[in-house]
């Protein structure tokens, strides 16, 4: 039987991106598969009081920097080189997260998947753009007409609201998060115990 995880996720981050890179990775070595959970990151950060590390750690620079060491030593470890920051961050990502759960139910969702966080986080598009969403989707070769309207159902924003709410309930604060049956990690960091629980179910 294969092996799964959660992956809760939100384009809008960075670190999504960077975890989303290097899955296939994990799950080839681990025999398992992620399951992605579209949740609202700036919903998860407002439900547990949790701040961004720009605020966070404003009195404590030299944790900021610390940060941005690592933040960057994941990216040169992984070869990441195609990362670049998004000149239009922070990004309002509440309509590219619910076309991702309408993505999800159209069956389209692992090329609107990649083309969202490569338009992020490698092409540097301002994503809050309702027309620049568009000509991603369209440049994906999916239907974009369709992905839009269906993101605007009222069942679509609802179970976006679900997944966050249900993510918060079982502990996350932030993207990425990880849960490996009941047992959660937080960050890209972690990925190393993420295929050691994996490999523990198995034993």
């Known amino acids: 039987m294969t092996r799964h995880f959660d992956f809760i996720f939100d384009f809008g981050g960075p670190?999504?991106?960077?975890?989303?890179?290097?899955?296939?990775?994990?799950?080839?070595?681990?025999?398992?598969t992620a399951n992605y959970i579209p949740c609202l990151l700036g919903g998860m950060m407002k439900a547990t009081n949790n701040q961004p590390p720009m605020v966070r750690y404003a009195e404590t620079p030299a944790k900021r920097d610390y940060e941005m060491l690592e933040f960057n030593r994941f990216i040169k470890a992984n070869r990441l080189s195609a990362f670049t920051m998004n000149p239009h961050f922070p990004v309002n990502s509440l309509r590219i997260?619910?076309?991702a759960v309408a993505a999800q139910h159209e069956g389209v969702f692992v090329p609107y998947c990649e083309a969202m966080f490569a338009a992020m986080w490698e092409d540097?598009?301002?994503?809050?753009?309702?027309?620049?969403?568009?000509?991603?989707?369209?440049?994906?070769?999916?239907?974009?007409?369709?992905l839009v309207a269906r993101a605007e159902d009222t069942a679509i924003k609802a179970e976006l609201i679900t997944n966050t709410?249900?993510?918060?309930?079982?502990?996350?604060?932030?993207?990425p998060t990880f849960f490996v049956g009941d047992e959660m990690f937080w960050g890209k960091e972690r990925l190393g115990q993420v295929a050691e629980a994996l490999a523990a179910q198995q034993s």
């Open 15 to 32: 670190n999504g991106y960077l975890a989303h890179k290097v899955l296939p990775e994990l799950c080839a070595s681990t025999g398992s």
């Open 97 to 99: 997260m619910r076309i």
């Open 165 to 175: 709410e249900a993510a918060v309930a079982r502990g996350a604060f932030g993207i």
């Open 124 to 146: 540097g598009r301002n994503l809050a753009d309702p027309e620049t969403v568009t000509d991603v989707i369209t440049a994906a070769g999916l239907d974009a007409t369709a």
